[in-house]
């Protein structure tokens, strides 16, 4: 079966530009996990959705949000990008309701570069 | 809240030689535990998780990691490191009222010489 697509791979933005990240999950999967990975700071977590609700989200600024539809695709939106947003943003999914009873699978990712 | 530590940001081995990474935590109760290998430019692959019951879990890739409550520790473990073993390894901790979130380790940059 498909694994868990991220597009796009590769994105160059602006300072103080928006960008829009997308993650489709395993089929049946219902929660979607977004991280930003940087060297700094390692792997961060940033929000989980489940059944279109979020629910938990990390300690990131307002600027960060995100969604998830009804096919639980999920979209993450960074407004005003700053150039410490300059990361691999990693989405990923699993199939259990929680506690992460069989493990994520992650995405390839999406690396973002902001200049 | 949990946290994770993984002393080691980089370890050598030979290839053939045994392997040891370092995971210790930070948690109130007993924590779900997990270990994720990382090859350059994809994503994280699980190899190992631990919930409960027997503290020697075994993985994919032959690896397997030992939970030892009295030292919060979570080390994996691998008899003999092929080269393709080459890659990035991030324990991680997760809570039974956190839903599916984890927190990462800083990772351990494992490099294998021939």
């Known amino acids: 079966k498909a694994g868990v697509t991220q597009t796009p791979r590769y994105l160059i933005k602006t300072r103080g530009q928006q960008v829009t990240l997308s993650c489709s999950p395993i089929s049946g999967h219902r929660s979607v996990s977004w991280y930003q990975q940087t060297p700094g700071q390692g792997l961060q977590f940033l929000f989980e959705?489940?059944?279109?609700?979020?629910?938990n989200k990390g300690n990131f600024p307002g600027r960060f949000s995100g969604r998830q539809f009804s096919n639980s695709r999920s979209e993450m939106n960074v407004s005003t990008l700053e150039l410490g947003d300059s990361a691999l943003y990693l989405c990923a999914s699993t199939s259990s309701t929680g506690p992460t009873l069989y493990g994520y699978t992650f995405g390839s990712g999406t690396r973002l570069t902001v200049v | 809240a949990q946290s994770v530590t993984q002393p080691d940001i980089h370890i050598t081995v030979s290839e053939g030689a045994s392997l040891e990474l370092r995971c210790n935590y930070s948690y109130g109760a007993t924590p779900y535990l997990f270990w994720y290998v990382q090859s350059p430019g994809q994503g994280l692959q699980l190899l190992l998780k631990y919930f409960s019951g027997d503290t020697l879990v075994q993985g994919i890739k032959g690896f397997e990691a030992e939970f030892k409550r009295s030292q919060s520790s979570f080390n994996l473990r691998k008899p003999s490191v092929h080269w393709s073993d080459a890659a990035e390894y991030f324990c991680a901790v997760g809570a039974p009222n956190a839903g599916n979130m984890l927190t990462f380790g800083g990772g351990t940059r494992l490099m294998v010489k021939p």
């Open positions: 959705y489940f059944s279109e609700t979020q629910r």
